[in-house]
T-cell receptor, first 113, second 115 residues
Framework: AQKITQTQPGMFVQEKEAVTLDCTYD???????LFWYKQPSSGEMIFLIY??????QNATEGRYSLNFQKARKSANLVISASQLGDSAMYFC??????????FGPGTRLSVLP | DTEVTQTPKHLVMGMTNKKSLKCEQH?????MYWYKQKAKKPPELMFV???????INESVPSRFSPECPNSSLLNLHLHALQPEDSALYLC??????????????FGPGTRLTVL
């Protein structure tokens, strides 16, 4: 069965510093997609970044990058130059052909001024 | 337009009430989803509609009744709910269901309180 682990229930980072949010997964399926979502206290889940299991390069989207280590089954999210507005819950998710998303338990990030 | 809209934003209802949640997307997506989310937990899938047909029901109690009137609209009809049904209800859509590279776009959610 597919499973996602996010080992950091809560993280703190100083404003303008970089932060890495961990995500490890367990699957025997060779084809999958990895996603990161941000959920502010308002509730909306905001799509941040996507990585395909066959992608050779790590995905980047503005201040977000995904450190994809396939052999280690990890897909950590790196946020550079943290901003106060980055304070939120962050969910790692996986998708497989023919199946629905599997979400991790989430990490709450707090950015300190 | 990459927006999924949901109404209402907040809903308070008694256990004998009947109410409906509405969701709309105009991205041409053929898959739409209802999720339930409790505080500090990830979203839990309730229903999936693919090409306007119900394709997944995750053993949701019959007091929740989904409806997909057309490819842009998704409703969730609520009847005789219990206090433990209080949660954030999220609607999402994706281009298709069941592809590994299709991100899901979420609406802002409806915060439901059952008294």
């Amino acid at each position: 069965a597919q499973k996602i682990t996010q080992t950091q229930p809560g993280m703190f980072v100083q404003e303008k510093e970089a932060v890495t949010l961990d995500c490890t997964y367990d699957t025997s399926d060779p084809s999958y997609g990895l996603f990161w979502y941000k959920q502010p206290s308002s509730g909306e889940m905001i799509f941040l970044i996507y990585q395909g299991s066959y992608d050779q390069q790590n995905a980047t989207e503005g201040r977000y990058s995904l450190n994809f280590q396939k052999a280690r089954k990890s897909a950590n999210l790196v946020i550079s130059a943290s901003q106060l507005g980055d304070s939120a819950m962050y969910f790692c998710a996986m998708a497989f052909y023919g199946q629905n998303f599997v979400f991790g338990p989430g990490t709450r990030l707090s950015v300190l001024p | 337009d990459t927006e999924v809209t949901q109404t209402p934003k907040h809903l308070v209802m008694g256990m004998t009430n009947k109410k409906s949640l509405k969701c709309e997307q105009h991205m041409g997506h053929r898959a739409m989803y209802w999720y339930k989310q409790k505080a500090k937990k990830p979203p839990e899938l309730m229903f999936v509609y693919s090409y306007e047909k119900l394709s997944i029901n995750e053993s949701v109690p019959s007091r929740f009744s989904p409806e997909c009137p057309n490819s842009s609209l998704l409703n969730l009809h609520l009847h005789a709910l219990q206090p433990e049904d209080s949660a954030l209800y999220l609607c999402a859509s994706s281009q298709f269901h069941g592809l590994a590279n299709n991100e899901q776009f979420f609406g802002p959610g409806t915060r439901l309180t059952v008294l």
